[in-house]
């Protein structure tokens, strides 16, 4: 049985992870330095903006825009908890998905 929770660390996660990095680099930051900004290994951008990783979700409009000013904001150095941010952007999905909405919301 796979719970929720799984499908947000092994999939969710990975994707959002990316389409930040991806919106950086299109923004005209290096992969060295998104790397340091998203706290993470240059090989994990490489593997990202690849598509070896974090590709297994396309995100409605609502999020990408959510994550455009993300990369925006960390690209000015404006993201003060991107932790917090990336948590909203998870609570946009679950809103979007009732069957993830009824198990993993707070009871």
Not at 31 to 56: C, F, H, N, V, W
Request: hydrophobic fraction near 40%; proline fraction near 3%.
């Amino acid at each position: 049985m796979k719970v929720p929770c799984q499908t947000i660390v092994w999939d969710v996660l990975p994707a959002i992870r990316a389409a930040i990095a991806e919106e950086l680099v299109n923004l005209g930051i290096s992969q060295q330095e998104t790397a340091r900004l998203l706290d993470m290994a240059p090989s994990a951008i490489s593997q990202y903006l690849s598509k070896k990783r974090g590709y297994r979700i396309e995100f409605e409009d609502d999020v990408k825009d959510a994550i455009k000013s993300i990369a925006l904001d960390l690209s000015k150095g404006e993201v003060a908890d991107l932790s917090q941010r990336v948590c909203s952007i998870c609570t946009m999905l679950q809103d979007n998905d009732s069957g993830c909405k009824s198990n993993c919301s707070d009871k």
